[in-house]
């Protein structure tokens, strides 16, 4: 049986050395992604907050925290790229769909979707 080296997993605790790839961005590490500084919150409408976290203008995506601390539509939308969340607190759905988004859970929403986003009662994030 014959072994093949470029599939093994490498266990070293030694930092990866080789080349990496020449357009390759720098990491984006943020470490309070829930501040309490509210000068960090950019206000949409009245309760519901969004904190940009990313901008990539090459590839035209970015990342932000939405902070929803009402209940009731939030925002009729379309979705300019692919759609991952994960909620941290609350729940949320869109009335366009059966399903609810609740804490701890994760949703993909797929890229030019239009929605009408809702928070339940007792949502807060």
């Known amino acids: 049986m014959t072994v093949d080296r470029a599939r093994i997993r490498d266990t070293s605790p030694t930092p990866y050395r080789g080349a990496q790839p ?9 470490a309070d992604l829930l501040p309490e500084d509210e000068r960090l919150w950019v206000a949409l409408d009245d309760g519901v907050w969004s904190r940009p976290l990313l901008f990539d203008v090459t590839h035209g995506a970015y990342a932000h925290v939405m902070k929803v601390t009402r209940a009731g539509i939030v925002a009729r939308h379309r979705h ?3 759609v991952l969340a994960f909620v941290q607190r609350g729940r949320w759905h869109y009335l366009e769909h059966d399903w609810e988004a609740a804490e701890g859970g994760f949703a993909f929403e797929p890229r030019g979707r239009r929605t009408r986003s809702s928070c339940r009662e007792g949502a807060t994030r």
């Open 22 to 30: 020449a357009d390759m961005r720098d990491d984006l590490v943020i």
């Open 80 to 82: 300019t790229g692919p």
